[in-house]
Nanobody, 122 residues
Framework: QVQLVESGGGLVQAGGSLRLSCAAS????????MGWFRQAPGKEREFVVG????????YDADSVKGRFTISRDNAKNTVYLQMNSLKPEDTAVYYC???????????????WGKGTLVTVSS
């Protein structure tokens, strides 16, 4: 069992930056690929970024390439999402996710956090 707790969401102006954190419980953090998904009002949950178990591989959605960066610290059981050059269309609830396989689709996710709201004003 893995519990994920996100933090760092909030209100930011367009062009600004935010850093989200996701703290994971348990001693098996290193066995999971990690990722971030988001869900805007009235829309389906979508993949944003993912990272492999050892941090050697990263995957980005086209909509965030060059602006968002995922990283992980296996010693701290924590994954981060650095978001730069934020746009109003980035407004959503952001969810941390853990998967034993590739964390590229919601169907592959084994554990979810409860989410943190990011609001980008124009």
């Amino acid at each position: 069992q893995v519990q994920l707790v996100e933090s760092g969401g909030g209100l930011v102006q367009a062009g600004g930056s935010l850093r989200l954190s996701c703290a994971a419980s348990g001693r098996t953090f290193v066995t999971y690929a990690m990722g971030w998904f988001r869900q805007a009002p009235g829309k389906e949950r979508e993949f944003v970024v993912g990272i492999s178990r050892n941090g050697g591989s990263r995957y980005d959605a086209d909509s965030v390439k060059g602006r968002f960066t995922i990283s992980r610290d296996n010693a701290k059981n924590t994954v981060y999402l650095q978001m730069n050059s934020l746009k109003p269309e980035d407004t959503a609830v952001y969810y941390c996710a853990a998967a034993l396989g590739l964390v590229l689709t919601p169907a592959n996710v084994d554990y979810w956090g409860k989410g943190t709201l990011v609001t980008v004003s124009s």
